[in-house]
């Protein structure tokens, strides 16, 4: 049974914050790796993609990704308020289609 | 261009009736999924098309539940002799390929059935 962990929170961070989420994943042939972020009773929408080991950059977000250890974590530099919201890991590999999903870590920004 | 579209948006059943959930994938995108989110948990993974052919359906909970996707494009998602435990939101996504980076997967807004 392939599986995606993450903390379900809540995590708390104050306003002009760096918010860090974490995800673990257990099978090693995990080949992408996908952050979506779900506002309340609203569908996943994509953040970032990242496929190797390292830092990836894109704007106020930076995903990493360690394969060794079997972790990605999103970086959420500046957090806003609007960036409160359940932040989903989703992980795939070639040849098995779906993406397996964590259960979401919600995130709250307080300012 | 125009997203995923699903509709109907919501849907409220009586247990033992019939539903129909109906998917507009991006237009072009080759593939599409199915999933299912319970509340507090994260989408599950009920079953995927690549264009008109159905190549996994090992989410599907029980023979209840059937999905076609006849020309390629729309799809719908059926569940027959509704149960509580089908309460859920369904979520369609679809993607332009399988290799990346053109596997990243867009979903639709959901529909969220409920079943009395």
């Known amino acids: 049974q392939k599986e995606v962990e993450q903390n379900s929170g809540p995590l708390s961070v104050p306003e002009g914050a760096i918010a860090s989420l974490n995800c673990t994943y257990s099978?090693?042939?995990?080949?992408?790796f996908f952050w979506y972020r779900q506002y309340s009773g609203k569908s996943p929408e994509l953040i970032m993609f990242?496929?190797?080991?390292g830092d990836k950059e894109d704007g106020r977000f930076t995903a990493q990704l360690n394969k060794a250890s079997q972790y990605v974590s999103l970086l959420i530099r500046d957090s806003q308020p609007s960036d409160s919201a359940t932040y989903l890991c989703?992980?795939?590999?070639?040849?098995?289609?779906?993406?397996?999903f964590g259960t979401g870590t919600r995130l709250t920004i307080i300012p | 261009g125009a997203g995923v579209s699903q509709s109907p948006r919501y849907k409220v059943a009586k247990r033992g009736q019939d539903v129909a959930l109906r998917c507009d994938p991006i237009s072009g995108h080759v593939s599409l999924f199915w999933y299912q989110q319970a509340l507090g948990q994260g989408p599950e993974f009920l079953t995927y098309f690549q264009n008109e052919a159905q190549l996994d359906k090992s989410g599907l909970p029980s023979d209840r539940f059937f999905a076609e996707r006849p020309e390629g494009s729309v799809s719908t998602l059926k569940i027959q002799r509704t149960q509580q435990e089908d309460s859920a939101v369904y979520l369609c996504?679809?993607?332009?390929?399988?290799?990346?980076?053109?596997?990243?997967?867009?979903f639709g807004p959901g529909t969220r059935l409920t079943v009395l």
């Open positions: 990242i496929y190797s080991n």
């Open positions: 989703a992980v795939s590999d070639f040849g098995n289609e779906k993406l397996t």
């Open positions: 099978d090693r042939g995990s080949q992408s």
């Open positions: 996504a679809s993607r332009i390929g399988a290799l990346p980076p053109w596997d990243t997967q867009y």
